[in-house]
């Protein structure tokens, strides 16, 4: 009887530390994918700006849109305690 609890015990504590490491595994997962989706349209909208005339109202817009996207990256990469070494670039 006492191996079964003490079986139960170690279970548990095991069962435990696995749940804690999948959620701090699923939370660095929404964290690094929701940063490496605004880095990728960042990444387009530079693209597509270099098939505007530097003057055009498209190019302005695109550009003020990516600056938007890139103020949005630096604040949840703040929020959500992501380094720079660690935050996607492309």
């Known amino acids: 009887m006492e191996t079964i609890t003490v079986l139960s015990l170690v279970a548990g504590i095991l069962g435990v530390g696995i749940a804690i490491y999948s959620t701090r595994q699923f939370t660095k997962g929404v964290k690094i994918g929701s940063l490496r989706y605004i880095r990728t349209l960042i990444n387009r ?27 949005l990256f630096k604040s949840l990469q703040k929020m959500f305690n992501v380094p720079d070494k660690d935050a996607p670039l492309t």
Do not use: I, N, V, Y
Request: charged fraction near 35%; aromatic fraction near 0%.
């Open 45 to 71: 909208m530079e693209e597509e700006k270099h098939k505007h005339q530097e003057d055009s109202p498209q190019r302005t817009a695109m550009h003020h849109t990516q600056q938007d996207l890139d103020a």
